[in-house]
Structure formats: C-alpha cells, structure tokens
C-alpha cells in the first residue's frame, strides 16, 4: 500500500515595499498575487500609520503613471521576477484614471479598456489571446470605506476626500458617487486580473479570462 508523507510548511509574512522584493533580479516566482491600493486621500494622511506608510503614492503627483503603484508591480515584478508558466494575479479597480483609461489627464476621455490595453500601452506587453470584455472583468461592486481614509466612520474627511478627487478629475467618471450629503455610499467596480507568462524572453502572457466571476481564478 502506497503511503504519503507530508511535511510541515510555514508560512511568513513581512512588510516588504515592491522596490524591496524587485531588487532580487535573480528570484522567478511561480505565483505573484497584488492587492494594490485603490485611492489616493489627499488630505490628512497619517504616513506613521502601517496602513498608509509608503502605500498610498511615492509623491503627491498623482497624474504621474509611475507613482502609481499597479504600475510599478508590472513595471518592476513582472518583467523581471516571473519565468515561463509563472502566475501573476491583481486586483484593478476602475475608480483610478490610469487603470481604465489609455490617456487618462489628457485633453478628453477616450473611453475605458481592459487591463490588457493598458499594459500593451504602459510596456509593450503581448497576450496570446483576446480579453474578455470590460463589463465581464469589472464585474465586482464594492463600496468606498471610510477606513481607506483612516476614519472609523463616514465623515468631513471622507466626503472632502472624495470632493476634492472628483472636482479635479484625479478620479475616473466610473466612481459613482453616494446621493447623501457626505458621499456615504460611494462606490466602485473592480475585477482581477489574472495572466499566465508564456515566454522566458518576451513579456508574452495568456488572459486567464473568468478569473473575475468569483473569489478564485480557474484555468
């Protein structure tokens, strides 16, 4: 009879920036998962919080790409850290103009892409099949926190956050803020992207689409 041995795994978890995880070149992952931030507040921020230390943006320039930190995961940990059949997974929320839109502060809107479009836009990434549509992948709807604002409730802080975001287009038309007089409510779409790499040399992926229908990815 065939018996088994399993062996007791433990599994850590540090509070490592992205630049500290890039800087090891030589490391291929097999799976890389992200759960960026979603926001940038701009009031108030309380950078001495674990919560918000180094979090949220680098610079107070949020209309620059690469402040933004999906940007730098892709920039740095997936042209570089993944080898054939490595598995990377992020989660994209429509309420940040980079994320959704190809000439985001541009003099108009051009309309919203899949993820897939921004990365052959931020990178010259190729896929080896078609994305699925933009409505299937945001499929998700969740409500904008108080606590992403370091609040325990909705308040003066929360609405003027929000406020000051939209009167200066920093947030994509997407967000669909609260009717209440202090924005309670105010929600947004997000979906997970999830890519296979298909090349040691090129950054080739395969879109894992479906990956956003519910709490696990399927191949």
Not at 31 to 52: G, H, R, W
Not at 155 to 160: F, I, Q, T, V
Not at 191 to 217: A, C, P, Q
């Amino acid at each position: 009879m065939a018996s088994s041995v399993w062996e007791a795994a433990t599994v850590n978890f540090y509070p490592h920036s992205l630049n500290d995880i890039a800087a090891y070149k030589d490391n291929k992952y097999a799976i890389v998962s992200f759960n960026p931030p979603i926001l940038y507040p701009f009031f108030e921020i309380q950078f001495d919080k674990p919560a918000t230390q180094g979090v949220y943006f680098e610079t107070d320039n949020v209309k620059d790409k690469e402040n933004d930190l999906v940007y730098g995961f892709y920039e740095n940990i997936a042209q570089h850290n993944l080898a054939k059949g490595a598995h990377i997974l992020c989660v994209w929320a429509s309420l940040n103009r980079h994320l959704v839109e190809l000439n985001p502060f541009g003099a108009k809107v051009e309309g919203y892409v899949h993820p897939a479009r921004i990365l052959e836009n931020w990178f010259g990434f190729e896929f080896d099949n078609e994305a699925e549509s933009f409505e299937d992948f945001y499929r998700h709807t969740t409500v904008l926190q108080a606590g992403f604002f370091n609040q325990e409730n909705t308040g003066e802080l929360y609405s003027k956050n929000i406020r000051f975001g939209l009167e200066q287009h920093y947030y994509s038309q997407l967000l669909l803020p609260g009717k209440s007089e202090n924005l309670a409510g105010t929600q947004f779409n997000f979906g997970i992207l999830h890519l296979v790499k298909t090349s040691d040399s090129e950054n080739r992926f395969r879109i894992v689409n479906g990956s956003s229908k519910d709490r696990t990815t399927h191949e």
